[in-house]
């Protein structure tokens, strides 16, 4: 997982924008990010969002890290 943007929804509600090894909604697979960020920050609450392409395919790493080189 590699996180890519935070943006806030709300008082201490906020968005984080990530990609991931698999091309497909996989935030359920990081509780342990979650639990962490609770665990340091317990009234932040946060929706995770795996990037989508334009197309509508998820954007794994590799994909974003060849596109942030151009």
């Known amino acids: 997982m590699q ?3 935070v943006d806030t929804e709300r008082t ?5 924008f ?3 090894e698999y091309p497909f909604a996989d935030g359920d697979c990081f ?3 979650l639990e962490t960020v609770r665990f340091f920050f317990p009234d932040y609450r946060l929706n995770l969002r795996h ?3 334009v197309d509508g395919h998820f954007v794994t790493i590799e994909e974003y890290q060849r ?3 151009k």
């Open 12 to 16: 201490n509600r906020y968005r984080v």
């Open 51 to 53: 990037i989508r392409d």
């Open 3 to 5: 996180i890519v943007r």
């Open 18 to 20: 990530y990609v991931s």
């Open 67 to 69: 596109r942030a080189r």
């Open 31 to 33: 509780p342990k990010f």
